[in-house]
């Protein structure tokens, strides 16, 4: 095999729908394979099972090379399986295997049951450094009955995404990231992104698990100059005759630092920028080591939430109606994981608030967290409301 021309994707969620969407979209014969028979009917039907700017696009665009299954088995038809599923933070830190293993056992017997050789399986879901040497790759080994590297291979390929660009993000990265267990299986899976990206991205490649690190570092890294951008923002206005943004962008001139991600603005959240900061913190513990950087960070993160709730507590009174206006980690999406909007409503609750939130993404119906609040569609109701 020369190339990877049949992929399947395994997981229809967030990220591997619209995966499943932009590989069939440039070209590729692509099978979605997804547990939800509502996601894999849709996909099949031609709409999108998560809600993705551009997703349906990419649906449409692609269709003809694109279907979906609830059947894993189905995936030992392909040259390469990718693997986008939950891998959750466990309380110390650490991400959890189980759903990757769940996924990746039955297309590995599916794949030993065909007795099909060198089948690539490729993991982009996020994964704590050293889970893929020391658990992944050793259940597939035992359950393919063969050796990886030689009777099949292995690639860590995670994204560099933010939701509500993910499309696009995955179409034109800055960087594609490769971790492999071989050389062939690398030049695979770069062959495959040299045709895939519309731009001309690094791509790095390197072993597994420095792959993993890497993965988590570069999060890890814009989150600490978040927190050090909120850090600075809450000295300077301690200070009379300051300008937060004046001197954000002062600094960002200088071409050591530039200006991504050096905004006064609210705290970070979402489904990877926390999580993979504190999976710093697990995995330097791990190595006998400390990392107070990332512990920095994220204290620093829960400060800047912390003195936002606390403005909002210091105009209120418990039995107040309060309107908390978006909701969402960032704009473009309905995730509310970790987000200041909710940090806020929560805190507002406890304080005996009466709390109504609204956001043109976020619903009780896509983002449960909601349901403890009175939800608003309309802000324009809000003139109706004592508040």
Do not use: W
């Amino acid at each position: 095999m020369s190339s990877l021309k049949k992929l399947s994707v395994v997981g229809l969620g967030k990220l591997g729908a619209c995966m499943a969407a932009a590989f069939a979209q440039r070209g590729f014969n692509v099978l979605g394979v997804d547990i939800n028979a509502e996601a894999v009917r849709k996909l099949n039907a031609g709409e999108p099972p998560v809600d993705e700017p551009l997703l349906a696009e990419a649906i449409t665009a692609g269709r003809k090379r694109l279907r979906a299954s609830t059947d894993a088995k189905d995936a030992a038809s392909t040259d390469a399986s990718f693997f986008i599923v939950p891998s959750p933070s466990l309380p110390d830190g650490s991400f959890s295997n189980e759903f990757l293993m769940r996924a990746m056992q039955p297309v590995a017997q599916a794949v030993k049951a065909a007795r099909k050789k060198n089948h690539l399986f490729i993991l982009s879901s996020t994964t704590t450094p050293g889970a893929c040497r020391q658990v992944i790759i050793p259940m597939l080994e035992q359950q393919l009955g063969g050796k990886c590297g030689k009777d099949f291979g292995f690639c860590y390929n995670p994204e560099f995404i933010a939701l509500g660009n993910v499309v696009r993000g995955l179409l034109e990265p800055d960087m594609v990231l490769i971790g492999e267990s071989d050389p062939r299986s690398g030049d695979l899976l770069a062959g495959l992104f040299k045709k895939f990206n519309l731009n001309r991205p690094k791509i790095a490649r390197m072993s597994i698990t420095s792959a993993e690190l890497t993965k988590i570092s570069v999060n890890s890294y814009i989150t600490a100059k978040i927190s050090f951008t909120n850090q600075l923002r809450m000295i300077a206005e301690r200070y009379a005759d300051t300008n937060i943004h004046q001197i954000l962008d002062a600094i960002g001139a200088d071409s050591r630092i530039g200006h991504k991600y050096l905004r006064a603005g609210l705290s970070y959240g979402g489904p990877c920028f926390p999580r993979d900061n504190r999976l710093i913190a697990y995995a330097a513990r791990e190595a006998g080591l400390s990392a107070p950087l990332a512990e920095a960070t994220d204290a620093v993160n829960e400060m800047a939430k912390d003195q936002l709730a606390q403005q909002a507590l210091a105009c209120t009174k418990p039995g107040d109606t309060v309107a908390v206006l978006g909701m969402s980690y960032r704009p473009g999406t309905y995730i509310v994981e970790e987000s200041a909007g909710l940090h806020i409503a929560q805190s507002l609750k406890r304080h005996g608030c009466r709390v109504v939130v609204q956001d043109y993404a976020s619903t009780p119906q896509n983002s449960p967290s909601l349901l403890e609040f009175e939800y608003l569609a309309d802000p324009a109701k809000l003139k109706s409301e004592k508040r």
